[in-house]
């Protein structure tokens, strides 16, 4: 089976701008979770999708969303970027049905100048 | 909240001696934990999982873990460290939320091996 992919593997945007990232998850799973990974905030979790529906949301701004789509690919956007935003971020895939692990993708390196 | 406490930040072994990073856990439930490693540059790869079915995990790599609920714990050893095993790992445990599951991370332990 094909892991988890994730695209682009690097960004750099500018302050103010939007951004968005992209994850396929493993063939027939259908929960999507993001993380965002910084040196100084470590591993937190953003939201998860399961079955188009965002079911869980961690505690970041408006400016963060996110969707999935019917096929389970999901993206998140990152509105009006702030220099704090310049992060690793993962995706995670998994069954989505009673305590499951997760599967993560290779992250998506972004970078606000 | 659930939460995971990795004690050590940084670890380092000599290559073939016991490689022991700790992971402590605080849960008002039975806890599911996991043990995630990364190497630079990369996603996080699961290690092995704790779900209640038995006390002692094994994992890849010649990896494996101890459930000791008594001292709320989940260490991850390793008989012989080998270079290859130098990567940051991080313990976590799986929080039931808004019917679905999110991961609490600790903060990781960089494991250095030297020859």
């Known amino acids: 089976k094909a892991g988890v992919t994730q695209t682009p593997r690097y960004l750099i945007k500018t302050r103010g701008q939007q951004v968005t990232l992209s994850c396929s998850p493993i063939?027939?799973?259908?929960?999507v979770s993001w993380y965002q990974q910084t040196p100084g905030q470590g591993l937190q979790f953003l939201f998860e999708?399961?079955?188009?529906?965002?079911?869980n949301k961690g505690n970041f701004p408006g400016r963060f969303s996110g969707r999935q789509f019917s096929n389970s690919r999901s993206e998140m956007n990152v509105s009006t970027l702030e220099l704090g935003d310049s992060a690793l971020y993962l995706c995670?895939?998994?069954?989505?049905?009673?305590?499951?692990?997760?599967?993560f993708g290779p992250g998506t390196r972004l970078t606000v100048t | 909240a659930q939460s995971v406490t990795q004690l050590g930040s940084h670890v380092s072994v000599s290559e073939g001696a016991l490689v022991l990073l700790r992971c402590n856990y605080s849960?008002?439930?039975?806890?599911?934990l996991f043990w995630y490693v990364q190497y630079p540059n990369q996603g996080l790869q699961l290690l092995l999982k704790?779900?209640?079915?038995?006390?002692l995990v094994k994992g890849i790599n010649g990896f494996e873990a101890e459930f000791k609920k008594s001292e709320t714990s989940f260490h991850l050893t390793k008989p012989s460290a080998h270079m290859s095993d130098a990567a940051e790992y991080f313990c976590a445990v799986s929080e039931r939320t808004g019917g679905g599951n999110k991961l609490t991370f600790g903060t990781g332990t960089q494991l250095k091996v030297e020859l």
């Open positions: 704790y779900t209640s079915a038995a006390t």
């Open positions: 995670a895939s998994s069954s989505g049905t009673s305590v499951y692990e997760q599967y």
């Open positions: 849960s008002s439930v039975p806890p599911y």
């Open positions: 063939s027939g799973h259908r929960s």
């Open positions: 999708y399961f079955s188009e529906t965002q079911r």
